[in-house]
Nanobody, 124 residues
């Protein structure tokens, strides 16, 4: 079974921007949602953003207006543009793809494919 792979993480200063990318490794079936989650040390994995059916987007309140998600659900590729980064954004970021219903896009349990994560560190 295929999985996903993230790229683009790194160490930046507060106020900087990063762009994360996600692409499949191996064979994956088409899905309807590309999502991003993150996990900071000592915290649970949390929803960041998702694009549903290549159109409707969802964001966590903490990133709304700063992060922008895009994706191709047929190819299971996607990106997360992160602007005006804050130290609180420091975490391992994961991309995920799946076929959730609209009301479930923020639930990590509904996603089929996951990446291994990429570290984003924002210094103050």
């Amino acid at each position: 079974q295929g999985q996903l792979q993230e790229s683009g993480g790194g160490l930046v200063q507060a106020g900087d921007s990063l762009r994360l990318s996600c692409a499949p490794i191996g064979t994956t079936e088409s899905t309807n949602t590309m999502a991003w989650f993150r996990q900071a040390p000592g915290k649970e994995r949390e929803f960041v953003a998702a694009i549903w059916r290549a159109g409707r987007t969802f964001y966590a309140d903490s990133v709304k207006g700063r992060f922008f998600v895009s994706g191709d659900n047929v190819k299971n590729t996607g990106s997360l543009q992160m602007d005006v980064l804050e130290p609180e954004d420091t975490a391992v970021y994961y991309c995920a793809a799946g076929r959730p219903i609209l009301s479930a896009v923020r639930n990590p349990n509904v996603y089929i494919y996951w990446g291994q994560g990429t570290q984003v560190t924002v210094s103050s």
